[in-house]
């Protein structure tokens, strides 16, 4: 939550108009007012082509990735690692441009942590140092984004986002 608010001056980032706690049923919740991104995510775009027997067009995977990477090196500038770089969390802007935005930073982290008992991420783009040894820095990112451009190229490698 507070992670939003030092990343909205980059146009790869989703952004976060602000934030209301409430109580439902008893429960206190947090709600975030996030920018609505009409696109859908990469997820459903893979998952759209694959379905059709399709795979991505290089010029779009090339065109996705370095939005991507835009919206990675602004992160890892502010010294945080997002830590869960799928495609379900890369929400894309326009199809017409291949502009999209990166999202969902709950589980994002200072760079340069190590913590042995908890894993950050979703497995299957986990890099190997972050699954063995704990280690969360900016290379962790980079290695679910190849993860991401593999599925790109090859379709819907995973069956899970």
Avoid at 19 to 36: A, G, K, S, W
Avoid at 85 to 102: D, F, G, H, M, Q
Avoid at 130 to 151: N, R
Wanted: with cysteine.
């Amino acid at each position: 939550m507070s992670i939003l608010p030092l990343l909205q001056d980059c146009p790869q980032i989703v952004r976060c108009f602000g934030v209301d706690f409430t109580v439902e049923h008893n429960q206190p919740l947090c709600n975030l007012f996030l920018e609505y991104v009409s696109g859908g995510t990469l997820a459903d775009i893979i998952d759209n082509l694959a379905e059709r027997g399709d795979r991505m067009r290089e010029e779009d995977v090339r065109c996705y990735t370095k939005s991507v990477l835009l919206g990675l090196r602004h992160i890892h500038q502010k010294g945080l690692v997002h830590c869960d770089i799928k495609p379900a969390n890369i929400l894309v802007a326009s199809l017409c441009s291949c502009e999209v935005k990166i999202a969902d930073f709950g589980l994002a982290q200072i760079a340069g942590i190590r913590d042995k008992r908890a894993l950050y991420g979703t497995l299957l783009y986990m890099s190997p140092e972050s699954v063995q040894w704990g280690d969360y820095d900016c290379p962790c990112d980079i290695w679910a984004l190849g993860c991401c451009v593999l599925e790109m190229t090859q379709g819907s490698i995973h069956g899970v986002h």
